[in-house]
């Protein structure tokens, strides 16, 4: 039998900036990123703004307008900027992918011209996907403007949408053509959405990195009351973390093991089971607490790594608990079981159930199956931890 | 400013095999391909079938499930085959993107299991659409049923729907798991469709292989009478130039170049000037004969050679000309004039204008930009060259 055999690599490459005022009259860091792309014409480009960034930042259409126009010699900003809305919601509405998609077509955004998303990682996800489908991908640059998003999701490869219900259903792995973390953007966050996106850094940490962990420690209580340097250390760290991750491993994920999703079986699940009232980054923290009391339940992880965990949990202002998490504990094929997380966890990628587990701070380990009954234990563990907290005088110190 | 640099390499690898009777007993072609893939368990196979092919093999679909009952401990083969639209018209009705969708959320299609499609090229660039940003790529195993498919679009990254009107507008670069030539389907291909594919060939001779296009001269009077050997070899030698142009180039077209597309900034627009009346091989053949004689009249080629081109083209039984090309030759402006699909293909590709010439049989050169004027002059030798055809007795020798 005749046969070809094909391989061949292909090369990515794109830079994680640190800024703050992007659109100020004296930071050249957008203008120098999108005309480092070699188009031989003034680039076009198509700015799209999360509702809520622009509910917080009154000015910001302005201000983008103002550098569109200090720098049009340069590059070409579409009129037209699209403000979509944020959350969860901007992946469930299939409608504002056709909106991107339209503005697009309208204004002959091509594969040399960019597309700049501002907003949380909700908004990033779907103009990702949106820029990754149209011409077979046009030029991403992201502009994350919450914790999370520039520490963890706004740097990585993935693109997204729900679809059928299911969470990121519909994507792409294509990876953006530059990231820009304005820390500007950081200081109108709620506190819920400052803390939240603590939580990814708790996690590499816990499977990368004991120092950064110590760090995080340490910087706690002075974070916990929204101190912007030890935040944007923190993320700087983080950032760094993940990406280094990334291009150590399995960007496009063609095995079945994804380490960068410690805490995650049982945080996608609680996000879905609360109607996503619980933020991502709140359900992680609650992953995160399930799965080291899972790590040392199991004799992996000793008490007082574990403990040291929690506290740090705790500190930053997280709960540890919601009622859902024994919802059907004992019938784990109900569909609103956090059980079954560990199943639609393994559906996803696909092959073979993995799961990160600690074998001490700083240090993961792969399982491929977890005990339903251990799992029970620790949530009853969690749930006497959260209760003792909330009789603890410790908790008003810290919160 | 602080920054991270990103850069990583993500490595594709799969193989084009040439088998014939896919599905008969003692074929284990499919059946090793899918279990070479490492699931842990029998991987699921969701069965997409151009229906075109259907109609020409009555049987396809028994053999298929019978085939599916024989290696039922090997793989899961998913009871409910989809049958779609052939042509062109399965890359204009986005309905059908969200049928292989459901079929792939209702069958659990994960990244481990596969997605089979069989068909022409239409079909195949439609379900690998699907495919594609099903959670981020489920896997997907070609069966190109047509010479063009097979020698060319099938063994490629690309995949794509139509969308606002506008050719490939939607897609992703997504290399398949593998892809299965059986040529056994090219049996029942009508003349038109078993031509058209050959005209590839000549584009990838005429820019890469001198001695490939010696043997197409003297294969061609077989060739355009359906013999069955000498087309095997010249769809097998055409995948391996085009496997090897996609290795060692530009695989996801980051740059303004795609030298593969010789003949085609032609071809597309008359594709689409036609309602796609003119089959894609026969606009490229068109397009490739249109670009010879510009290069001849540019002072390029020499005329022995370009009418060695011409000659071949129409010794395979192409058409020479169309009165498409001769619509508003002198206002380019105009949606239907030809000339309009020199800035569309720039457009497309966004950045640079790039079109492929020929130096001499077996050399191309990269050009960017294309007179006008001497385009006109090439059309009006293309139509007369058309007319010496029609009066001359060599016709009814060769076709």
Redesign the interface.
């Given at each position: 039998?005749?046969?070809?055999?094909?391989?061949?690599?292909?090369?990515?490459?794109?830079?994680?900036?640190?800024?703050e005022g992007l659109f100020k009259s004296d930071n050249t860091?957008l203008v120098d990123t999108i005309t480092a792309g070699h188009?031989?014409r003034p680039p076009k480009i198509l700015v799209v703004v999360d509702q809520g960034v622009q509910e917080h930042h009154p000015l910001l259409l302005a201000d983008i307008k103002r550098y569109g126009k200090q720098h049009q010699d340069r590059f070409q900003l579409i009129d037209e900027i699209l403000v979509v809305p944020g959350g969860e919601p901007a992946k469930n509405d299939p409608k504002l992918v056709d909106t991107i998609?339209?503005a697009v077509?309208a204004h002959?955004i091509?594969?040399?011209?960019y597309v700049l998303a501002i907003g949380g990682g909700a908004v990033l996800d779907m103009v990702g996907y949106a820029a990754?489908?149209?011409?077979?991908?046009?030029r991403l640059v992201r502009v994350p403007t919450t914790v999370l998003s520039q520490n963890d999701s706004g740097?990585g490869v993935?693109n997204?949408i729900n679809?059928?219900g299911?969470k990121?259903?519909?994507?792409?792995?294509d990876?953006p053509f530059a990231v820009i973390n304005d820390a500007h953007f950081l200081l109108t966050l709620d506190d819920r959405d400052w803390r939240a996106g603590i939580a990814e850094a708790i996690k590499v940490a816990l499977i990368k990195d004991a120092a950064f962990f110590e760090q995080l420690e340490r910087e706690a209580v002075a974070v916990a009351g929204r101190s912007m340097e030890p935040m944007q250390d923190q993320i700087?760290r983080c950032?760094?973390l993940h990406?280094e991750h990334?291009?150590?491993g399995d960007?496009?994920?063609k095995g079945?093991s994804r380490p960068l999703d410690f805490g995650h079986w049982a945080a996608h699940k609680l996000e879905q089971m609360t109607n996503f009232e619980l933020r991502h980054g709140e359900a992680v923290a609650i992953g995160i607490a399930l799965d080291v009391i899972y790590s040392h339940l199991e004799g992996r992880l000793d008490e007082a790594s574990y403990l040291r965990v929690i506290r740090l949990i705790e500190t930053l202002g997280f709960s540890l608990f919601v009622p859902e998490l024994k919802q059907n504990l004992r019938n784990p094929e109900k569909l609103d079981s956090v059980i079954r997380g560990l199943e639609e966890f393994r559906?996803?990628?696909?092959?073979?159930l993995t799961i990160m587990l600690i074998e001490e701070i700083g240090r993961g380990v792969e399982v491929h199956e977890m005990d339903t009954e251990l799992i029970i234990q620790s949530i009853e563990k969690l749930e006497e931890l959260s209760k003792a907290r909330k009789t603890s005088p410790e908790k008003l110190i810290h919160t």
């Amino acid at each position: 039998m005749r046969k070809i055999d094909q391989s061949f690599s292909v090369p990515f490459r794109y830079q994680v900036l640190f800024t703050e005022g992007l659109f100020k009259s004296d930071n050249t860091c957008l203008v120098d990123t999108i005309t480092a792309g070699h188009s031989p014409r003034p680039p076009k480009i198509l700015v799209v703004v999360d509702q809520g960034v622009q509910e917080h930042h009154p000015l910001l259409l302005a201000d983008i307008k103002r550098y569109g126009k200090q720098h049009q010699d340069r590059f070409q900003l579409i009129d037209e900027i699209l403000v979509v809305p944020g959350g969860e919601p901007a992946k469930n509405d299939p409608k504002l992918v056709d909106t991107i998609l339209e503005a697009v077509e309208a204004h002959g955004i091509d594969r040399h011209s960019y597309v700049l998303a501002i907003g949380g990682g909700a908004v990033l996800d779907m103009v990702g996907y949106a820029a990754s489908i149209a011409h077979r991908g046009v030029r991403l640059v992201r502009v994350p403007t919450t914790v999370l998003s520039q520490n963890d999701s706004g740097i990585g490869v993935k693109n997204g949408i729900n679809f059928f219900g299911k969470k990121n259903f519909l994507g792409a792995f294509d990876p953006p053509f530059a990231v820009i973390n304005d820390a500007h953007f950081l200081l109108t966050l709620d506190d819920r959405d400052w803390r939240a996106g603590i939580a990814e850094a708790i996690k590499v940490a816990l499977i990368k990195d004991a120092a950064f962990f110590e760090q995080l420690e340490r910087e706690a209580v002075a974070v916990a009351g929204r101190s912007m340097e030890p935040m944007q250390d923190q993320i700087f760290r983080c950032a760094e973390l993940h990406a280094e991750h990334i291009r150590g491993g399995d960007p496009f994920e063609k095995g079945s093991s994804r380490p960068l999703d410690f805490g995650h079986w049982a945080a996608h699940k609680l996000e879905q089971m609360t109607n996503f009232e619980l933020r991502h980054g709140e359900a992680v923290a609650i992953g995160i607490a399930l799965d080291v009391i899972y790590s040392h339940l199991e004799g992996r992880l000793d008490e007082a790594s574990y403990l040291r965990v929690i506290r740090l949990i705790e500190t930053l202002g997280f709960s540890l608990f919601v009622p859902e998490l024994k919802q059907n504990l004992r019938n784990p094929e109900k569909l609103d079981s956090v059980i079954r997380g560990l199943e639609e966890f393994r559906e996803h990628l696909g092959g073979e159930l993995t799961i990160m587990l600690i074998e001490e701070i700083g240090r993961g380990v792969e399982v491929h199956e977890m005990d339903t009954e251990l799992i029970i234990q620790s949530i009853e563990k969690l749930e006497e931890l959260s209760k003792a907290r909330k009789t603890s005088p410790e908790k008003l110190i810290h919160t």
